[in-house]
């Protein structure tokens, strides 16, 4: 008796690895994880911490990730509290490193899209994200209540940072500025 040969078609993922500077911003990835890349949606997006130190650390960090591993995009989303040195752009461009600004920092970019106002100084952009979230910002559950889907579309037409992040989860590589 002939076996028969099912052929099972899988299509190819567009891989993309994002670093964030901290833990607000690997939770708040993860939650654009999940809700933008869905099983079948041909994306794969990896999402790792770089556990804060600069954006020297963290232009660092993606290229050890990267090496580990085959992405088409590289990205990272980093505070611009900091500045990003021209050694900083020129790592990023030559291991071609998307790099995604929150201004001044991660949580001033939160605040900006809950449509609140956003302090100067980063330590004042965190105490008021923190006092307005009302819980830990480090977790991906942290984000469900606040951040929906709609609300995030909505703002990526009107906050650059937010629609390059979620360029990069359709698997897209956003225009540079």
């Given at each position: 008796?002939?076996?028969?040969?099912?052929s099972?078609?899988r299509t190819?993922?567009?891989?993309?690895?994002?670093?964030?500077e901290g833990?607000?911003?690997?939770?708040?990835?993860?939650?654009?994880?999940?809700?933008?890349?869905t099983?079948?949606?041909?994306?794969?997006?990896?999402?790792?911490?770089?556990?804060?130190?600069?954006p020297e650390?963290?232009?660092d960090?993606?290229?050890?990730?990267a090496?580990?591993?085959?992405?088409?995009?590289?990205?990272?989303?980093?505070?611009?509290?900091?500045p990003?040195?021209?050694?900083?752009?020129?790592?990023?461009?030559v291991?071609p490193?998307?790099m995604?600004?929150?201004t001044?920092?991660?949580d001033?970019l939160?605040?900006?899209?809950?449509?609140e106002?956003v302090?100067?100084?980063?330590?004042?952009?965190k105490?008021?994200f923190?006092?307005?979230?009302?819980?830990?910002?480090?977790?991906?559950?942290?984000?469900?209540?606040?951040?929906?889907?709609?609300?995030l579309?909505?703002?990526?037409?009107?906050?650059?940072a937010?629609?390059?992040l979620?360029?990069?989860?359709?698997?897209?590589?956003?225009?540079?500025?």
């Open positions: 008796m002939a076996r028969r040969v099912i099972v078609r190819v993922l567009k891989t993309v690895l994002i670093v964030g833990d607000t911003e690997k939770a708040f990835l993860d939650h654009l994880k999940r809700l933008y890349v099983r079948g949606c041909g994306v794969a997006v990896t999402v790792r911490n770089a556990h804060g130190k600069g650390n963290v232009i960090a993606a290229m050890r990730h090496k580990n591993g085959d992405f088409d995009i590289v990205a990272v989303l980093m505070d611009t509290d900091l990003w040195t021209d050694t900083i752009r020129e790592l990023a461009r291991h490193i998307c995604v600004g929150a001044p920092c991660a001033g939160l605040l900006q899209i809950l449509g106002r302090p100067e100084q980063s330590k004042h952009c105490d008021a923190h006092a307005r979230l009302g819980r830990t910002p480090f977790v991906r559950e942290a984000y469900e209540q606040d951040f929906s889907e709609p609300l579309n909505q703002k990526s037409k009107t906050i650059p937010l629609g390059k979620l360029a990069l989860m359709a698997g897209q590589l956003p225009a540079s500025d």
